[in-house]
């Protein structure tokens, strides 16, 4: 079964960190683009990052640059996303998604992004 699982989210006070992870199994993540998506209650689903398969190449949403950093441990069959410096905007439900395509895209779409995370809460608050 084709199954992505994330971890690590939890409550966090502003300023602080976390590491979320994002593990693959009965695929390979390595010949996919990996994108981290967020959606708070009442939002629309956002982008946050992708990741393209050469581990080097990386997209961020103007609101997260700057504080967050995604990498990938192909070794691991893992994607990691790196969030410092959070604040209480940053509470959502965060997941990521695969694609088989080529390029990243900060775009939600099914059509892109063929199999999903069923997502892990982080909420920023004092």
């Known amino acids: 079964q084709l199954q992505l699982v994330e971890s690590g989210g939890g409550l966090v006070q502003p300023g602080g960190s976390l590491r979320l992870s994002c593990a693959a199994s009965?695929?390979?993540?390595?010949?996919?683009?990996i994108g981290w998506f967020r959606q708070a209650p009442g939002k629309e689903r956002e982008g946050v990052s992708c990741?393209?398969?050469?581990?080097?190449?990386?997209y961020y949403s103007v609101s997260v640059k700057g504080r967050f950093t995604i990498s990938r441990d192909n070794a691991k069959n893992t994607v990691y996303l790196q969030m410092n410096s959070l604040k209480p905007d940053d509470t959502a439900v965060y997941s990521c998604?695969?694609?088989?395509?080529?390029?990243?895209?900060?775009?939600?779409?099914?059509?892109?992004?063929?199999?999903w995370g069923q997502g892990t809460q982080v909420t920023v608050s004092s």
């Open positions: 998604a695969a694609s088989p395509g080529i390029y990243c895209s900060l775009y939600a779409s099914s059509a892109t992004y063929h199999y």
């Open positions: 990741i393209r398969r050469d581990g080097v190449t990386t």
């Open positions: 009965g695929f390979t993540l390595d010949y996919y683009v």
